[in-house]
C-alpha cells in the first residue's frame, strides 16, 4: 500500500455514512447555533476573495455565507458523504476536495482565504492542523477559525462542584468521551493561540461565539431574542474568551 493510500491513523471522527445535517442540524434545536456561526463567519471574513476552502467543511452548511464573496469556493472534507450532499446542495457553485487535514491537498500558498468551524474538536494534534492551514495560504491570506474552548462558565462549574475532574484552567488538552465517535477535544485558549502563533498566524481579532448555547435559555428566551443578545456579545465577552467557540481571524 502507497504512504498516501494507507488509512490515517489520526482521523478521529469519520462522518462516512452519518447524517450529520438532518441529524446534528435539523432534527435537533439548533438554530441559534447555526445563526452564531453565519453572524461570526459574516464578521471576519474578507468581502471578496479568489481562491477560498471551507476545510473540513462538511455539507457546505456555511457555504451561503461564502458563495457571494469568492471567485471560486471549494469544500473541503474526509468525508464523501458530507462532499456529495455538498455538491446535490449547491451544484457548480463549489467545488469539493476529499482529503485529510493532517495532509492537505493544496499546493503552499495557494489559498485566498478559509474557514474551519466546528472541527477543532475532532483534531489531535492542533500544531500540525495550523501549521498545514498556514502553508496553503497566500502571504496576507486570512483564515478564520473556530475553536472549542474548555474554559466556559458551564465548563468552570462542573469543575467547581466536582461534576467533572478537567481542569477547565489548565492549558492541558481536554480529551472528551463521545457516545459512538471515540475522543474529542477541547482547547484552552491561550493554547491554542500559542499554537497560531508558533505556526506564523497574526492574530487579528476574536469573537465569543455561541456564548447563550443552553437549552435552558433556548427556552426562557427563544432564539430571536438569544440571537439579538449574541449580536453585542460576540465582541463585548471576546476579551475574556466566554463562548463555548471562539472564533479567530488570523493572517499570514
Ligand atoms: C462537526 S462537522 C463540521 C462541518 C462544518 N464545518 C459545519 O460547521 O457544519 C466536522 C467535519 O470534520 C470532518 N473531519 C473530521 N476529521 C477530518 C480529517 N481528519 N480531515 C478532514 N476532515 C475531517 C468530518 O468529516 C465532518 O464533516
Given at each position: 500500500?502507497?504512504?498516501?493510500?494507507?488509512?490515517?491513523?489520526?482521523?478521529?471522527?469519520?462522518?462516512?455514512?452519518?447524517?450529520?445535517k438532518?441529524?446534528f442540524?435539523e432534527?435537533a434545536?439548533?438554530?441559534?447555533?447555526?445563526?452564531?456561526?453565519?453572524m461570526?463567519?459574516?464578521?471576519?471574513?474578507?468581502?471578496?476573495?479568489?481562491?477560498?476552502?471551507?476545510?473540513?467543511?462538511?455539507?457546505?452548511?456555511?457555504?451561503?455565507?461564502?458563495?457571494?464573496r469568492?471567485k471560486?469556493?471549494?469544500?473541503?472534507?474526509?468525508?464523501?458523504t458530507?462532499?456529495?450532499?455538498?455538491?446535490?446542495?449547491?451544484?457548480?457553485?463549489?467545488k469539493?476536495?476529499?482529503?485529510?487535514?493532517y495532509?492537505?491537498?493544496?499546493?503552499?500558498?495557494?489559498?485566498?482565504?478559509?474557514?474551519?468551524?466546528r472541527?477543532?474538536?475532532?483534531f489531535?494534534?492542533m500544531?500540525k492542523?495550523?501549521?498545514?492551514?498556514?502553508?496553503?495560504l497566500?502571504?496576507g491570506?486570512?483564515a478564520?477559525?473556530?475553536?472549542?474552548?474548555k474554559?466556559?462558565?458551564?465548563?468552570?462549574?462542573?469543575?467547581?462542584?466536582?461534576?467533572?475532574?478537567?481542569?477547565p484552567f489548565?492549558?492541558e488538552?481536554?480529551?472528551?468521551?463521545?457516545?459512538?465517535?471515540?475522543?474529542?477535544?477541547?482547547?484552552?485558549?491561550?493554547?491554542?493561540e500559542?499554537?497560531?502563533?508558533?505556526?506564523?498566524?497574526q492574530?487579528?481579532e476574536?469573537l465569543?461565539?455561541?456564548?447563550?448555547?443552553?437549552?435552558?435559555?433556548?427556552q426562557i428566551?427563544?432564539?430571536?431574542?438569544?440571537?439579538?443578545?449574541e449580536?453585542?456579545?460576540?465582541?463585548?465577552?471576546a476579551?475574556?474568551?466566554?463562548?463555548?467557540?471562539?472564533?479567530?481571524?488570523?493572517?499570514k
Amino acid at each position: 500500500m502507497s504512504e498516501s493510500k494507507k488509512p490515517t491513523t489520526e482521523v478521529v471522527a469519520d462522518y462516512n455514512g452519518y447524517d450529520y445535517k438532518k441529524i446534528f442540524w435539523e432534527d435537533a434545536d439548533r438554530k441559534y447555533e447555526d445563526l452564531a456561526d453565519r453572524m461570526a463567519v459574516r464578521r471576519l471574513l474578507p468581502s471578496q476573495v479568489d481562491n477560498f476552502v471551507d476545510i473540513a467543511g462538511g455539507y457546505g452548511r456555511l457555504a451561503d455565507e461564502y458563495i457571494p464573496r469568492a471567485k471560486t469556493a471549494t469544500v473541503f472534507d474526509y468525508s464523501k458523504t458530507e462532499l456529495a450532499q455538498a455538491k446535490e446542495l449547491y451544484g457548480d457553485k463549489i467545488k469539493t476536495k476529499a482529503g485529510d487535514i493532517y495532509k492537505l491537498p493544496f499546493d503552499d500558498a495557494s489559498v485566498d482565504a478559509l474557514i474551519m468551524v466546528r472541527a477543532t474538536h475532532h483534531f489531535k494534534d492542533m500544531q500540525k492542523v495550523s501549521d498545514q492551514l498556514y502553508r496553503i495560504l497566500k502571504p496576507g491570506g486570512v483564515a478564520v477559525i473556530e475553536v472549542a474552548n474548555k474554559k466556559t462558565l458551564p465548563k468552570m462549574m462542573r469543575y467547581w462542584t466536582g461534576k467533572s475532574d478537567i481542569n477547565p484552567f489548565s492549558r492541558e488538552v481536554a480529551r472528551l468521551k463521545e457516545l459512538n465517535a471515540g475522543e474529542f477535544y477541547n482547547y484552552h485558549p491561550k493554547y491554542i493561540e500559542e499554537i497560531f502563533k508558533r505556526s506564523g498566524f497574526q492574530i487579528d481579532e476574536v469573537l465569543s461565539v455561541s456564548n447563550f448555547r443552553s437549552a435552558k435559555l433556548k427556552q426562557i428566551f427563544g432564539t430571536k431574542n438569544l440571537v439579538k443578545m449574541e449580536k453585542t456579545a460576540q465582541k463585548l465577552l471576546a476579551p475574556i474568551r466566554f463562548a463555548p467557540s471562539i472564533y479567530y481571524k488570523l493572517v499570514k
